[in-house]
T-cell receptor, first 113, second 115 residues
Framework: AQSVTQLDSHVSVSEGTPVLLRCNYS??????LFWYVQHPNKGLQLLLK??????LVKGINGFEAEFKKSETSFHLTKPSAHMSDAAEYFC???????????FGKGTMLLVSP | DAGVIQSPRHEVTEMGQEVTLRCKPI?????LFWYRQTMMRGLELLIY????????DSGMPEDRFSAKMPNASFSTLKIQPSEPRDSAVYFC?????????????FGPGTRLTVL
């Protein structure tokens, strides 16, 4: 069994400041991990994914995430927030062997001018 | 590529009516997934197909829900009869494989409101 915990339901930042969205996973094996973004009334878009290669994963729009096995974490970061980053972000885990995604509850990122 | 296509984008119906949601996966993808998103439960997998065959339907809420994939380019999710608690956004996703490393690509969703 696996579970995903997103530690913050809402995160507020000012434009130009760093973004940190936290995610912890619980799994009996080493999972694949993903971050998806959902803009209002839109579908989910993949930001980045970790499978088993480099632990620091770079994604689209300047986002990156680091897989830390010892902390069972996969936090999402961006050095400088942009207004267009305002959206809901989902941390997702899946066993490597088969595609069954477990979603976190989501973190709403609010970006103020 | 047009991405995953879902129709309709919005559906409003009355309790007891039949509802059919449609999905066209990305060409060449052999796995298709149906998800439901609600405020209370978040995103849940309902069912997934591989090569048009249902592999895991353990997430289907009850017998009122059924899904089919008659060919590689089309799938339907049917609710009959519909109930107000079925109101949600339903997403279809497709991927090129069935392993956990394969990326799932999501459609824009169908927002269902059952009155």
């Amino acid at each position: 069994a696996q579970s995903v915990t997103q530690l913050d339901s809402h995160v507020s930042v000012s434009e130009g400041t760093p973004v940190l969205l936290r995610c912890n996973y619980s799994s009996s094996y080493s999972p694949s991990l993903f971050w998806y973004v959902q803009h209002p009334n839109k579908g989910l878009q993949l930001l980045l994914k970790y499978t088993s290669a480099a632990t620091l994963v770079k994604g689209i729009n300047g986002f990156e995430a680091e897989f830390k096995k010892s902390e069972t974490s996969f936090h999402l970061t961006k050095p400088s927030a942009h207004m267009s980053d305002a959206a809901e972000y989902f941390c997702v885990a899946s066993p490597k062997e088969y595609s069954t995604l477990t979603f976190g509850k989501g973190t709403m990122l609010l970006v103020s001018p | 590529d047009a991405g995953v296509i879902q129709s309709p984008r919005h559906e409003v119906t009355e309790m007891g009516q039949e509802v059919t949601l449609r999905c066209k996966p990305i060409s060449g993808h052999n796995s298709l997934f149906w998800y439901r998103q609600t405020m209370m439960r978040g995103l849940e997998l309902l069912i997934y197909f591989n090569n048009n065959v249902p592999i895991d339907d353990s997430g289907m809420p009850e017998d009122r829900f059924s899904a089919k994939m008659p060919n590689a380019s089309f799938s339907t999710l049917k609710i009959q009869p519909s109930e107000p608690r079925d109101s949600a956004v339903y997403f279809c996703a497709s991927s090129a494989g069935t392993s956990g490393v394969d990326t799932q690509y999501f459609g824009p969703g169908t927002r269902l409101t059952v009155l």
